[in-house]
Nanobody, 115 residues
Framework: VQLQACGGGLVQPGGSLRLSCTSSGNILSINVEGWYRQAPGKQRELVAQITSGGSTNYADSVKGRFTISSDIAKNTVYLQMNSLKPEDTAVYYC??????????WGQGTQVTVSS
């Protein structure tokens, strides 16, 4: 499984960004996809997940602001981020887990929220 992430950038507080993560390879084995983030000096943390059945899970800090979704036809998972705050600044990583619990990571994409 290979994951290609894109969509990061610089945005002002209150703004929006959409991250995309396109998977390739043995994608039929994937049952959970999601986004993690890592800010400088902090541990990597889960932001949002979506299962192959469509169930979602969010970190408390992003509930109501971020939305994870998937487009099966495009093999792509999206993270729509609204009402961004400076504390959302981090490198965001897409992640996939297979039915046999193998983990795969995409390259990180930088999100910077600053005026």
């Amino acid at each position: 499984v290979q994951l290609q992430a894109c969509g990061g950038g610089l945005v002002q507080p209150g703004g929006s960004l959409r991250l995309s993560c396109t998977s390739s390879g043995n994608i039929l084995s994937i049952n959970v996809e999601g986004w993690y983030r890592q800010a400088p000096g902090k541990q990597r943390e889960l932001v949002a997940q979506i299962t192959s059945g469509g169930s979602t899970n969010y970190a408390d800090s992003v509930k109501g602001r971020f939305t994870i979704s998937s487009d099966i036809a495009k093999n792509t998972v999206y993270l729509q981020m609204n009402s961004l705050k400076p504390e959302d600044t981090a490198v965001y990583y897409c992640h996939a887990r297979t039915v046999v619990y193998h983990s795969y990571w995409g390259q990180g994409t930088q999100v910077t929220v600053s005026s």
